[in-house]
C-alpha cells in the first residue's frame, strides 16, 4: 500500500513538474517578446455583460415558522462593466471588475408563487482577482482568474414584502477568458465569470417577520473592448 502511495505521489509531483515548466516557458517567451518589443502594463476594458441567475431561497419562515415548498425567482439582467488590470509582469496581472449595479427582480416561486413580486434591489459584484495570461499564441491571449468579491446591494424596494432587507455578502471568484489582439493597443475580449454566495434576507408579510437564506450562483459572461496603454 505504501509503495503504492509513493508511485502515486511521484506521478503528482512529475505532472507539478510538468506545469511548472510549461508555465516556465510561457513566461520565458513572453520576456523575450517584452525585451524586443513594447510592454503595456495597463489594461483597460468596457464590456456588456450578461448575468445568469441560479438562485435557491432555503428555510424560509414566516412569524419563526417553516414555508413548505416556498422559493423565490430571480430574473436574469444585464448591465455595462469596467476590467481595470495592471500587469507585474507580460503573464501576470490584478484585475478589479465592477459596472453599472443592475435591478433583480425577486418573485415569490414554489408555494409563495401567489404573492408575485416580493421586492427588488440593485446589485453589483466588486470583484478582486490575480490573471494569469497565456501569451505566445500569436494574436490569441487565453487567461485564466481567481479571486474574491464582495456583492453589495442598494436601493432596495419593497413590493409583497415590507422592510425588505438584503445583506451584502463576500463570495469567490473564478473567470476564464481570452483577448484577442488588433494592434497594439487595442484588443477584442470575452471571459466567463462564476461568483457563487450565499446571503440572508428579512422582511415582514402582514406584519409577520420574514426571514429566508439564499443561495446564489450568478455566472456572469462578458464581451468588450480592451485599452492597453
Known sequence: MRQNRTHVYAKHA?????????????????????????????????????VFVDEEASGLTLGGGAVPGSNVSIDDVSSVTVDVGYFFT?????????????????????????????????????????QYHFNGLGPVHPYLGLGAGRIVFLNKSDKALTNFDIDDSWAPAAQVGVRYELDAAWMLNADVRYVPFSTHATGSLGGAPVRTSLNIDPILTSVGVTYRF
Open 14 to 50: 512529475q505532472y507539478a513538474a510538468a506545469v511548472v515548466a510549461a508555465l516556465s516557458a510561457f513566461s520565458a517567451q513572453a520576456a523575450a517578446a517584452q525585451d524586443a518589443g513594447d510592454f503595456r502594463r495597463w489594461a483597460v476594458s468596457v464590456n456588456a455583460t450578461q
Open 90 to 130: 507580460p503573464n501576470i496581472a490584478g484585475n478589479l471588475f465592477l459596472g453599472v449595479p443592475p435591478t433583480a427582480k425577486i418573485d415569490g416561486a414554489g408555494s409563495i408563487g401567489p404573492l408575485g413580486p416580493l421586492a427588488e434591489v440593485d446589485f453589483g459584484p466588486v470583484i478582486l482577482s490575480v
